[in-house]
């Protein structure tokens, strides 16, 4: 596993099950940990928005979610990494849950899926202690999270406003918190994640778009924007080595 300094962001690399096992270790140890799944959606969103890129910035890790940040560490740093997906980040770590006896809040997605996620995962025997839809403008889901002290917390509320608000909730006590996106659809049952064919090309994207063309208008945009950002700037100070 190899750890890199990319743009602003520390990023882990590798396998994915080493990234994932180290995850699991540190929490064991006791530290506390932000983590954010990086594509290049986020990477621009946080470009234009000075708020969130301070939030990004302090992220404990970042994991090389998109296929363009994994192209852009290989090209960059000569670093290769699997891609490592916020879903099966999260369906791991609820794995890993279940043997540990660790707790899990669920924040986000629409009033009625939650419920469905959370009973999804139940089935499965994680410990769900609590969740909250993400249509709120008060703060009871912090103050849940305050009494319930999940160990894990999951926020799918979309970018940037997941890592914005875990940023700052940043002293609520959970021993890690990472932002899933669209992740609690997909455990409920209500949208599906696209194909393994399209998983191994790392074309999610590219599937998610064909199916909401006029929700995702700006992904294949996006997509070009870092892609020629990332060859524009070259290698000079863009990624690093840290170990």
Request: glycine share 8%; net charge positive.
């Amino acid at each position: 596993m190899t750890q890199v300094q990319f743009y602003d962001y520390n990023v882990l690399c590798g396998k994915a099950e080493d990234v994932r096992g180290y995850l699991v270790e540190l929490i064991e140890k006791g530290e506390k940990l932000f983590v954010v799944t990086l594509n290049s959606q986020i990477f621009l969103k946080a470009e234009q928005i000075s708020d969130y890129k301070e939030a990004l910035r302090n992220a404990s890790f970042h994991l090389p979610d998109g296929a363009g940040v994994v192209w852009a560490i290989k090209r960059h740093c000569t670093v290769h990494t699997d891609r490592i997906p916020g879903i099966d980040t999260m369906i791991y770590l609820c794995n890993e849950a279940v043997n540990r006896k660790w707790s899990v809040y669920l924040l986000g997605a629409k009033p009625d899926v939650i419920p469905k996620t959370a009973e999804n995962l139940r089935k499965r025997g994680v410990n769900v202690v609590g969740y909250h839809h993400g249509y709120f403008e008060d703060q009871t889901p912090a103050e849940e999270i305050e009494k319930l002290k999940p160990d894990l917390l999951f926020v799918g509320m979309g970018t940037p406003r997941q890592e914005l608000w875990i940023y700052q909730h940043r002293h609520l006590p959970f021993k890690l918190a990472m932002g899933v996106g669209g992740s609690f659809d997909v455990i409920a049952g209500v949208k599906k994640r696209a194909p393994v064919f399209f998983q191994k090309l790392r074309l999610e994207w590219f599937y998610r778009w064909l199916n909401e063309p006029i929700a995702r208008a700006r992904v294949p945009l996006d997509v070009a924007k870092f892609f020629f950002k990332v060859v524009l700037d070259g290698k000079n100070g863009t990624c690093q080595k840290v170990r």
